[in-house]
């Protein structure tokens, strides 16, 4: 009887580590169908969270100068600055 009740702890042991080994990601899941809503002026909610802001440059009597343009808000950042 001891003999019987060894096996059966090896096995529920070894089921065991293996549903706990097995990621649940593996399971295939459907994915949900996303609608916007919009806004009473027919705009989407949807913002960005970050700027987008990147570098302009021109290039004015051979220097080539740079300025910061955020081009969410429409607005120039800081001063024209020579490139080096």
Do not use: H
């Not at 916007?36 to 960005?48: D, F, N, R, V, Y």
């Not at 969410?72 to 800081?78: K, R």
Request: with cysteine; hydrophobic share 40%; proline share 6%.
């Amino acid at each position: 009887m001891n003999k019987k009740k060894f096996i059966n702890s090896i096995f529920i042991t070894c089921a065991l580590t293996i549903l706990l080994l097995c990621p649940a990601s593996a399971i295939p899941a459907q994915a949900s169908n996303i609608t916007l809503q919009s806004t009473a002026e027919g705009g989407e909610t949807i913002q960005p969270r970050a700027p987008v802001i990147e570098w302009v440059f021109k290039v004015e009597n051979g220097v080539t100068y740079r300025r910061l343009y955020n081009y969410s808000t429409g607005e120039w950042i800081g001063d024209w600055i020579p490139c080096e």
